[in-house]
């Protein structure tokens, strides 16, 4: 009988590890002789002949001068979007004082600290992995955190005149050769950029260029142009990763809860 259990549990747990698709290869890839995949093959296109930017990514690891790559394996720009900025990023004063008091608090107010959305910028270098859905009207980005998804727009609509505010804003695309140009307005006044706080307003508009390079690599290059919190645009350039062979899997912030209590800071 105690033989029977163990192969009962044993059938089980193996049936939910192969469920989810963790380890399940992707299809339609280029592969190579020991049949891994050729991360350096050419960028896949769409039948209307863009580039497909579809695929499970990851933001790559970037260290900053100061900071060691093992603090932050997924790319500085989750802590500081300024981090490879000659000067940082050009804070207004009052913005500059609220970031350093958030940073020296440990971010210990971050609304991420307390389950809510990390809005669209985070949503691109927050660590837990995001999937591209490219459709010929609508590219959809899914994140494991807090199972999230924001939308992105191709189908020649205009940008509303008078947005109800949100986390992700409202964004609109357009192809400009090989490059997804995505403008995006509407976003809620408060909103952090990075741990350290870096605040953004509602007045911010925020201009995207997405480029895969190859198969393997996807570029995003970032403006934000915010004159409440910042003294001019700028420009910050990510490079995704593709993370081929698996899939997304499911994480709900609150579930089982215990830690905001403890959140001091200094």
Not at 13 to 31: D, E, F, H, K, M
Not at 63 to 92: C, H, I, T, W
Not at 131 to 159: A, H, N
Request: some cysteine; overall charge neutral; hydrophobic content about 35%.
């Amino acid at each position: 009988m105690k033989k029977t259990l163990i192969a009962v549990l044993v059938a089980i747990a193996t049936t939910t590890v192969s469920a989810q698709w963790l380890n399940y290869p992707t299809p339609g890839i280029p592969r190579l002789a020991d049949g891994k995949p050729n991360l350096s093959a050419s960028a896949p296109r769409t039948r209307e002949g863009t580039p497909d930017l579809s695929g499970i990514w990851q933001l790559e690891a970037a260290p900053s001068p100061s900071d060691s790559p093992a603090d932050y394996p997924a790319g500085v720009e989750f802590r500081n979007m300024g981090a490879r900025l000659k000067g940082g990023l050009p804070y207004q004063p009052w913005a500059a004082a609220l970031a350093k008091q958030r940073t020296a608090d440990l971010g210990k107010d971050d609304p991420v600290s307390y389950c809510r959305p990390a809005g669209a910028i985070r949503l691109l270098t927050y660590p837990p992995y995001r999937k591209i859905i490219q459709t010929p009207g609508v590219l959809v980005i899914l994140s494991e955190r807090d199972v999230t998804f924001r939308q992105i727009f191709t189908d020649r609509r205009p940008l509303p005149v008078d947005p109800n505010p949100s986390w992700n804003g409202y964004s609109t695309g357009r192809w400009e050769k090989d490059t997804l140009v995505v403008e995006t307005i509407g976003f809620h006044d408060g909103i952090w950029l990075d741990r350290n706080g870096s605040p953004m307003t509602d007045a911010a508009r925020m201009t995207e260029r997405f480029r895969r390079v190859n198969l393997g690599k996807l570029e995003t290059e970032i403006t934000i142009d915010d004159p409440k919190a910042y003294t001019k645009p700028w420009t910050v350039t990510l490079t995704h990763v593709l993370i081929p062979d698996t899939e997304l899997l499911e994480y709900y912030c609150l579930e089982n809860e215990k830690d905001v209590t403890h959140l001091v800071g200094r």
